[in-house]
């Protein structure tokens, strides 16, 4: 069993759709992160989340909603979505957020991804 | 604050010959520095990092990586490529300590490497 688990793997929507992305992780860890990745962009941080709290929003639209309900589970709620929405979405977690304690480096662990495409 | 370069977005390269993908980083305080690749169809995977101590630091597959603090750099490095490690390479920094600090990456640098 893989640290961070993503589904679905692909996801095809409209855009009046509502899906969800669900991430698990089983490294006990405390933060999670969500990622846009789209072709011949860098990666983009949407979301991150620190002890189930939202500490950032990076300007994400609001049909983007994420859900952390507990420090294992992060969910990516997509509604009307926009066709250029369609890219690769990366969960990772990281012991927390913060770099420089003992022993924690800040490194992420990342899902496989979620590949999805908006018609 | 901090930021990443990685001036080649694509590097083509011949089975057994060597390669070496670039990396600079622009900080003013100390960080910690870190490769990943992504194979097709996956995810990120941790390749190797730099935390402190020896400047070299080697991945299991053959791969090194030099930090140099003067140059604020970190480039990549293998001797011998081969068909397998066809891939994306990211690399990433993070800062060291204070507040909350997110993990800075690169854009990419896809390695062809070719029979």
């Known amino acids: 069993e893989t640290g961070v688990t993503q589904t679905p793997r692909h996801l095809v929507m409209g855009m009046t759709n509502k899906k969800s992305l669900k991430c698990e992780q089983h490294?006990?860890?405390?933060?999670m992160y969500w990622y846009k990745q789209s072709a011949k962009k860098p990666l983009e941080l949407m979301f991150v989340?620190?002890?189930?709290?939202?500490?950032e929003n990076n300007s994400v639209p609001s049909r983007f909603s994420p859900e952390c309900p507990n420090s294992s589970h992060l969910f990516l709620h997509l509604h009307t979505l926009q066709p250029e929405d369609s890219a690769l979405y990366l969960c990772?977690?990281?012991?927390?957020?913060?770099?420089?304690?003992?022993?924690?480096?800040?490194?992420?662990?990342f899902g496989e991804g979620s590949r999805l495409t908006v018609l | 604050a901090q930021s990443v370069t990685q001036l080649d977005s694509q590097v083509p390269v011949f089975e057994e010959a060597p390669v070496e993908l670039r990396c600079n980083y622009s900080s003013s305080v100390s960080v910690y520095l870190f490769w990943y690749v992504q194979y097709p169809n996956q995810g990120l995977q941790l390749l190797l990092k730099?935390?402190?101590?020896?400047?070299l630091v080697e991945s299991i597959n053959g791969f090194e990586a030099e930090f140099n603090k003067s140059q604020t750099s970190f480039h990549l490095r293998k001797p011998s490529v081969h068909i397998s490690d066809t891939a994306e390479y990211f690399c990433?920094?993070?800062?060291?300590?204070?507040?909350?600090?997110?993990?800075?990456f690169g854009t990419g640098t896809l390695l062809a490497v070719q029979p």
């Open positions: 990433a920094v993070r800062r060291y300590g204070g507040a909350t600090n997110k993990l800075i």
């Open positions: 490294l006990g860890h405390n933060a």
């Open positions: 730099y935390l402190s101590g020896s400047t």
């Open positions: 990772a977690s990281s012991q927390d957020e913060i770099a420089g304690g003992l022993g924690n480096t800040g490194e992420l662990f």
């Open positions: 989340y620190n002890f189930k709290e939202q500490t």
